[in-house]
């Protein structure tokens, strides 16, 4: 099998995790497995509320996914539904895309996405379908099928924890609506990311499972 060229090797049905490869480690032969190569060419994945992110250079991914209903929230603050662990310095590419529901048809919720470390820039929006045929409203609609459509409204902020509502409804109490908050962050030390949420007011309102969140580290 020594002086067997790969060519002339058996194909395997599919390639498990299991597989191995042989490498050059600092000029010594070893192996690794296919599980291992991804782990290193992939991104990083977290099931759940909080993780850590990748801590490959740059270019890297993280992908986070919230497994369970977040705590319902019933006031203004903002209160932390997703953590993303250790972003180091560097420059940050973050997408939210976001299942929410509000106990009443009156009243939106507020995001906001807070970066820890020294934050050197933020840009963020919050994208969202509306009520609205002509003019803004401010009520998430979660099924639309009108022939000319209907708007898309966002909120904006260049404030690292800065507000991105709230808005001012639903179309439907207890239905999933969908959100899309995406941004850039710039930090020169590392720290930890955020995504928080309130109510419009004293009314429950609720981050759902299956929210999930792509992090693309760019420098």
Not at 3 to 18: E, P
Not at 44 to 66: D, F
Not at 93 to 119: H, K, L, P, R
Request: with cysteine; aromatic share 6%.
């Amino acid at each position: 099998m020594a002086d067997t060229k790969i060519s002339a090797l058996t194909a395997v049905g599919s390639v498990a995790g299991a597989i191995e490869f042989d490498v050059n480690g600092a000029g010594t032969s070893k192996k690794a497995s296919a599980t291992q190569i991804r782990t290193f060419i992939g991104p990083t994945l977290i099931s759940g509320n909080s993780g850590t992110a990748s801590g490959e250079a740059a270019p890297s991914e993280t992908w986070q996914l919230l497994t369970a209903n977040a705590t319902a929230n019933t006031g203004t603050t903002l209160t932390t539904v997703m953590t993303t662990n250790t972003l180091a310095a560097g420059t940050w590419f973050f997408e939210y895309f976001i299942i929410w529901q509000s106990s009443a048809t009156g009243t939106g919720v507020n995001f906001s996405v807070d970066a820890g470390g020294t934050v050197t820039r933020f840009r963020a929006t919050r994208h969202y379908q509306t009520t609205g045929a002509a003019a803004a409203t401010g009520v998430a609609d979660g099924v639309a099928a009108t022939l000319t459509g209907q708007l898309v409204e966002h909120m904006s902020t260049r404030t690292d924890n800065g507000s991105l509502g709230p808005n001012t409804g639903v179309d439907t109490a207890n239905a999933d609506q969908f959100d899309h908050i995406r941004g850039i962050v710039v930090t020169s030390t590392s720290g930890n990311l955020l995504l928080k949420h309130a109510s419009e007011g004293a009314v429950s309102t609720q981050v759902m499972a299956d929210t999930c969140m792509i992090l693309r580290r760019i420098a």
